[in-house]
């Protein structure tokens, strides 16, 4: 079974920060690169950033500098910690395995919204 529940978003302000989480099912989880994406009212969803089982990660041109993704192999939950937060950054926040499309199960991501 898939399970995929992202929390932690909200409503903050411009250079503001926030901690997602997302705690996922094992069968997701375990030994696979995890990514967070978030997708924007009119737009595609996009990967924000990864982290391989061993740690390894990796961020978008537009978030590197503010945005850092972990992940607790022992709670099969990935985190992403935002900071300097932007306008643009406002989004819905999902999270799943690396290269996870729109055939694959999705969570019901959870709301960042910035405000100025």
């Known amino acids: 079974q898939v399970q995929l529940v992202e929390s932690g978003g909200g409503l903050v302000q411009a250079g503001g920060s926030l901690r997602l989480s997302c705690a996922a099912s094992?069968?997701?989880?375990?030994?696979?690169?995890m990514g967070w994406y978030r997708q924007a009212p009119g737009k595609q969803r996009e990967l924000v950033a990864d982290?391989?089982?061993?740690?390894?990660?990796n961020v978008a041109d537009s978030v590197k500098g503010r945005f850092t993704i972990s992940r607790d192999n022992t709670k099969n939950t990935v985190y992403l910690q935002m900071s300097g937060l932007k306008l643009e950054d406002t989004a819905i926040y999902y999270c799943?395995?690396?290269?996870?499309?729109?055939?694959?199960?999705w969570g019901q991501g959870t709301q960042v919204t910035v405000s100025s």
């Open positions: 799943n395995r690396w290269g996870s499309g729109t055939r694959d199960t």
């Open positions: 094992r069968n997701i989880f375990s030994g696979n690169t």
């Open positions: 982290v391989t089982d061993g740690g390894s990660a």
